[in-house]
């Protein structure tokens, strides 16, 4: 089962998301690469700040770390959400526990032309530490927790899991 060290990015952005989706996920099932907002995701990834090399961590890789000890990630989406803010500061949190200092992360959103900055505070840290806990409780769940409402899921690569009767 999962530790604490295993916590990664992934993990804390579907815990934020749906946490049925971070239990499937949890268990195996990983219907994301077929899925094409996934896709699209990825080759936004991969045509972004190319010049950056991408930080891996073991169980957490970051998109990449600047000299002013920034955290940067790249979404594909237009807008930011909690999920992105918490993945995001889950990296600082990994760092931070590898004896990195950090100043905070920054998301980059190429479709929109925008940036947000979150800086790393004691605050942050805290539910970066909340959050790890919140993964490994919906890992110990025995029963998936109860799906979204049907508006929340679309384009989910889950949707089938959750949807089909």
């Not at 952005?13 to 989706?21: D, P, S, V, W």
């Not at 803010?85 to 990195?100: D, E, I, K, S």
Request: aromatic share 8%; with cysteine.
């Amino acid at each position: 089962m999962i530790t604490r060290d295993d916590v990664g990015g992934v993990h804390i952005k579907y815990l934020h998301h749906c946490r049925r989706q971070l239990w499937l996920y949890l268990r195996g099932i990983r219907p994301e690469r077929l899925n094409p907002t996934v896709q699209l995701g990825e080759a936004v990834h991969d045509s972004s700040y190319a010049r950056h090399s991408p930080v891996d961590l073991g169980a957490a890789r970051l998109d990449f770390f600047d000299g002013q000890q920034w955290v940067h990630e790249v979404k594909s989406s237009a807008r930011p959400s909690d999920a992105d803010r918490a993945q995001a500061l889950h990296y600082c949190h990994q760092l931070t526990r590898f004896g990195v200092d950090v100043q905070g992360a920054i998301l980059h959103y190429p479709a929109t032309r925008r940036t947000v900055r979150l800086p790393w505070t004691p605050e942050a840290a805290a539910q970066a530490e909340t959050d790890i806990g919140e993964v490994l409780s919906v890992a110990l769940s025995p029963a998936s927790p109860d799906r979204l409402p049907r508006d929340r899921c679309r384009g989910c690569s889950y949707t089938d899991y959750c949807w089909t009767e």
